[in-house]
């Protein structure tokens, strides 16, 4: 029996009628992803203000409604489940973690459309999802390849979060760290909200790991990085993340992201066309004290676009018909001119190190079938 949404359906004021389009805007306005939650807000909102400059959807004014993500999983698709059923939303789109969209997709996304921007475990193949963001072969296998590569990495310690995203992606990176001539050497999952690491820090220390792969999600991965540089570990192994963006490198403060990795395929740093002038837009609407747009928030307004240009392209609001369509969809934002691969958006992919506050990006990463 499925409990009762956290709220009703949909203020009064949402109604839907023929002159708006109305989309579920699922982001974490609490727990361990609540620290990129503002952020993921204003780009979500920056990109539905735009697309409304530009005529809307169908000629229909784009509006969002929030909903919180980090919510328990079923309480969220309770919520979302419940816009659905009353007409209230005709999309969903949002930055969430896995256990969110997992629930979510099976009650939802045969029935509107469905654009998921967190990076992911790969694999997710329920009608109506697309996806925007980074998978494990195109994000993590280079990555690995490349620090094995440049800075000898060879004993990886993965340390997660106790959920689908860090096991599955963990279970990836043996695999890709063995091909790259190392191994990982220990693992270990904590639940979300982990304050205490002292455990943890000594198993990573006795397993001599040259880096640390980080599957922590937001303020989790600020504490870890925090204890983490308060043991010293950060003098003798690097970390590498696939969820961390400026945010949460303000939050750890400079002294506790000492070769610090991520990769991503959006940093704030990244100095091309694209990305000034979405700064500068950013800017332009929400002030230079604005939370930074780094690649978490930065995959919101990415969102709005894709689900945008995909009921566009179908000149319609049904889900088979938007599906048939997909591959022919093409939209340009920050991340530059991108398609659907499928219903997953291709993007270049860049490793960036900490440096203070902010990234500097090093490389664009190889993509897999040039490295396996």
């Not at 989309?23 to 952020?39: D, E, K, N, R």
């Not at 969903?92 to 459309?113: D, F």
């Not at 922590?216 to 540089?229: E, I, K, M, T």
């Not at 192994?237 to 949460?248: F, I, P, Q, V, Y």
Request: hydrophobic share 45%; with cysteine.
């Amino acid at each position: 029996m499925h409990r009762p949404p956290l709220r009703p359906p949909a203020p009064e004021w949402f109604t839907a009628d023929d002159s708006t389009l109305n989309v579920a805007l699922v982001y974490p306005m609490q727990g361990p992803a609540g620290i990129f939650g503002p952020t993921c807000e204003a780009c979500a909102r920056l990109a539905a203000e735009e697309v409304n400059r530009a005529g809307g959807v169908l000629g229909k004014e784009l509006r969002l409604l929030e909903v919180d993500g980090g919510a328990h999983p079923g309480r969220v698709a309770d919520e979302v489940e419940a816009l659905v059923a009353t007409g209230a939303v005709q999309g969903v789109t949002g930055w969430h973690i896995s256990s969110v969209r997992q629930a979510v997709a099976p009650r939802i996304a045969h029935r509107v459309p469905y654009v998921y921007t967190a990076l992911y475990e790969g694999g997710e193949r329920t009608d109506g999802v697309f996806l925007t963001s980074e998978t494990p072969a195109w994000q993590l296998l280079p990555a690995i390849r490349l620090l094995a590569e440049e800075r000898g990495v060879r004993r990886w310690f993965v340390v997660g979060n106790d959920y689908v995203w860090p096991r599955r992606t963990a279970r990836a990176a043996r695999y890709y760290a063995r091909a790259s001539q190392g191994r990982v050497c220990g693992e270990a999952y904590l639940p979300l909200g982990t304050e205490d690491f002292t455990g943890l820090l000594r198993r990573v220390e006795r397993a001599d790991a040259d880096g640390v792969l980080m599957l922590l999600v937001g303020s989790d991965a600020v504490r870890f990085n925090r204890a983490f540089a308060a043991a010293g570990l950060d003098q003798r192994c690097l970390r590498l993340s696939t969820l961390m963006d400026e945010n949460m490198l303000l939050a750890s403060g400079p002294e506790a992201v000492v070769d610090l990795y991520s990769t991503a395929g959006y940093f704030a740093s990244l100095a091309d066309r694209n990305t000034l002038d979405f700064h500068g837009r950013y800017a332009g609407r929400f002030g230079v004290e604005a939370p930074v747009p780094g690649s978490l928030g930065e995959s919101c307004y990415e969102g709005v676009l894709l689900l945008a240009a995909l009921i566009e392209r179908a000149r319609t609001l049904d889900v088979s018909a938007i599906g048939a369509a997909a591959e022919n969809v093409a939209y340009e934002g920050p991340r530059g001119l991108l398609s659907l691969d499928g219903r997953h958006v291709r993007q270049r992919i860049y490793l960036a190190q900490a440096d203070g506050l902010d990234f500097t990006v090093l490389a664009q990463l190889r993509p897999p079938h040039e490295l396996l």
